[in-house]
């Protein structure tokens, strides 16, 4: 695997450090948030409800930090602009037409679109539920995949999420469909590095990652050392058109998403120590089993979410043959007459180094069974220090 020389990348789309709003305070009172690499405003303390939580055990105290993974699907920005469609007609036959797009302002614009449509913003009633599910969480370190920018998840996490991540994370990626992978955290942020431009040897004249490979350093509250690393991707999907050959588009994501997972391994290799601490994490579209993740496995990383708990149990399935064997899943896919399958998407996979930190791996399960803000379901591990 071709590795690029590394360089943190330090422009403004990389990381927002947010002072959480006051509760009630208008918009004109809200605070803008602060782009950089300081620390969080002087003001900001963490509240009872935002602040580490430490474990008690044998009379030591034990600071314990959750991490986890969350597929936002589609977690773009709320603006949306008036259309004007001038339809030219002759003789009752149309024979032109043109649209137009008018700004107030003269500003820079893109359009957010993909093979031809227009991609929309998430409803607000689905914004709300996955805001919902993050703030039930409660997780210190969260990998999100599937926002537009840096902009769009700042403000979420401003707004949506009432300050609670002061620390937000998002480099611009190589994805059409411009959805990238970012990282919220309560602990202070170290070194970031994005992976972006990184090929495969097979593929060397083409960058290998569908979005991105996101590596970001956790420090201790305090900055004085760092805790862990976590690389977080968004691997091949298994997305196929409808003109494509079915088994031969198959076989081609599959080996993408093979070549990825390789790469993957390969730059963490190369960016560790067999004792670092780190997390491998993403929707990784497949299962932890699958052939196409071989590479994980053989680097030696243990699968946090082997036998998760689940904050609630699964919806049942009709009949109640179909319902899931095992509690390891966070993706559901339900076939035209056929049974649904099962399986988890979204991993948390840790170095053996950070494994003997592992306490124990929950997935917050959905209530519907398409998804509850998200055909995902998020997942988390709790690590003791």
């Known amino acids: 695997v071709s590795i690029p020389p590394v360089g943190h990348f330090t422009h403004r789309s990389v990381i927002s450090h947010c002072e959480p709003a006051r509760p009630g305070a208008s918009a004109s009172e809200r605070p803008f948030a602060r782009i950089g690499r300081d620390a969080p405003p002087a003001n900001f303390r963490y509240n009872d409800e935002h602040s580490p939580r430490r474990a008690t055990t044998r009379g030591n105290k034990q600071m314990d930090i959750t991490v986890g993974t969350f597929n936002l699907n589609n977690l773009f920005s709320r603006y949306n602009f008036t259309a004007e469609v001038e339809i030219v007609s002759q003789g009752g036959i149309e024979v032109d037409s043109e649209v137009r797009f008018t700004f107030a302002e003269p500003v820079g614009y893109v359009f957010r679109s993909y093979m031809g449509k227009l991609v929309e913003q998430k409803s607000p009633a689905e914004r709300q539920i996955i805001a919902d599910r993050i703030r039930a969480m409660n997780v210190d370190v969260l990998a999100v995949q599937e926002v537009e920018d840096i902009g769009v998840l700042r403000q979420f996490a401003l707004e949506d999420l009432g300050g609670m991540y002061p620390y937000q994370v998002l480099v611009e990626g190589n994805d059409q469909r411009l959805i990238d992978v970012g990282l919220l955290s309560r602990y202070p942020i170290g070194g970031v590095t994005s992976w972006r431009f990184a090929v495969h040897p097979d593929e060397p004249h083409d960058y290998i990652f569908s979005r991105d490979l996101l590596e970001v350093d956790i420090l201790d509250p305090k900055k004085r050392e760092r805790?862990?690393?976590?690389?977080?991707?968004?691997?091949?999907?298994?997305?196929?058109?409808?003109?494509?050959?079915?088994?031969?588009?198959?076989?081609?994501?599959?080996?993408?998403?093979?070549?990825?997972?390789?790469?993957?391994?390969?730059?963490?290799?190369?960016?560790?120590?067999?004792?670092?601490?780190?997390?491998?994490?993403?929707?990784?579209?497949?299962?932890?089993?699958?052939?196409?993740?071989?590479?994980?496995?053989?680097?030696?990383?243990?699968?946090?979410?082997?036998?998760?708990?689940?904050?609630?149990?699964?919806?049942?399935?009709?009949?109640?043959?179909?319902?899931?064997?095992?509690?390891?899943?966070?993706?559901r896919y339900k076939p035209n007459r056929q049974p649904p399958q099962f399986e988890l998407y979204d991993q948390v996979w840790l170095s053996p180094s950070l494994a003997r930190r592992h306490v124990d791996g929950w997935i917050d399960r959905r209530t519907r069974h398409s998804g509850d803000g998200s055909d995902h379901d998020p997942a988390w591990v709790t690590l003791r220090f």
């Open 227 to 331: 805790l862990f690393t976590v690389f977080n991707t968004h691997l091949k999907s298994n997305y196929t058109r409808w003109d494509q050959d079915a088994e031969e588009a198959r076989a081609r994501i599959l080996e993408r998403r093979r070549r990825q997972a390789e790469t993957v391994a390969a730059i963490v290799e190369a960016r560790t120590r067999p004792n670092s601490s780190y997390v491998v994490t993403g929707d990784m579209n497949d299962g932890a089993e699958a052939e196409s993740l071989a590479a994980f496995r053989a680097a030696g990383w243990v699968n946090g979410l082997a036998a998760p708990k689940e904050t609630r149990p699964a919806k049942s399935e009709r009949p109640a043959e179909y319902n899931a064997p095992h509690t390891s899943w966070t993706h």
